[in-house]
């Protein structure tokens, strides 16, 4: 079955350079959700979109944008990269009523 | 302020039963899960409560009480390849969506 897709895997970036993370969630499911997960920690919530349309925001800072387009693949645009913004970041996609939000394998960043 | 606490770490041998528990204090629920990450990889979910009481699916149960806001997640015949990190996660409301509100995780590590 297809899964969420996220592509690059990896990505090294240097300071204050931009980046663009891409993610293709599962076909017919409406919302994706995109995590940031530092080292040894939880994922931290960071927007939503249902349906193409931003739903909800969390700890996303103003440097970071994100949109989901026509065919419902999403990107998250991070600007003026910061050391801290080294994390893995995962999308995830579900239905909207589902109880299972299914993630992607993530994108590791890593900022020198 | 919304939090999740769960026991940074459970060492447990293989074939025992081990209880993760959680408790929550978030502005909104609309359920409680449970997903298993493994180093690196991507969060899968595990077990859903939306009402009190015990879901078992096979090895693992998951339990919740709302009026306490607490639930517990029951791996029982331990093996090696449980060892992972457990999140607890609640559902809360966000626009059209409820996001996934994750606790701070708690490291299992099962021995020989």
């Known amino acids: 079955a297809a899964g969420v897709i996220q592509s690059p895997r990896h990505l090294i970036k240097e300071k204050r350079e931009t980046a663009t993370l891409k993610c293709y969630p599962i076909p017919r499911h409406d919302t994706v959700y995109w995590y940031q997960q530092g080292p040894g920690q939880d994922p931290q919530f960071l927007i939503s979109?249902?349906?193409?349309?931003?739903?909800d925001k969390g700890s996303i800072p103003d440097r970071f944008s994100a949109q989901q387009f026509s065919d419902y693949h999403s990107e998250l645009n991070m600007s003026s990269l910061e050391l801290g913004d080294s994390a893995l970041y995962f999308c995830a996609s579900s239905l909207v009523q589902g109880i299972e939000a299914f993630f992607g394998q993530g994108t590791r960043l890593t900022v020198v | 302020g919304q939090s999740l606490e769960q026991p940074s770490e459970v060492t447990a041998v293989e074939g025992a039963i081990v209880q993760i528990n959680c408790t929550y204090q978030?502005?909104?629920?609309?359920?409680l899960s449970w997903y298993q990450q493994h180093d690196g990889g991507a969060p899968t979910f595990l077990s859903y409560?939306?009402?009190?009481g015990l879901e078992e699916t096979g090895r693992f149960s998951s339990f919740l009480s709302r009026s306490d806001s607490y639930g517990y997640l029951l791996l029982q015949e331990l093996q090696m390849k449980d060892s992972a990190s457990y999140f607890c996660a609640v559902r809360d409301s966000g626009g059209a969506t409820n996001k996934l509100i994750f606790g701070t995780g708690t490291l299992l590590a099962v021995q020989p």
């Open positions: 979109f249902y349906e193409k349309m931003q739903s």
């Open positions: 978030t502005s909104g629920f609309y359920g």
């Open positions: 409560n939306g009402l009190d």
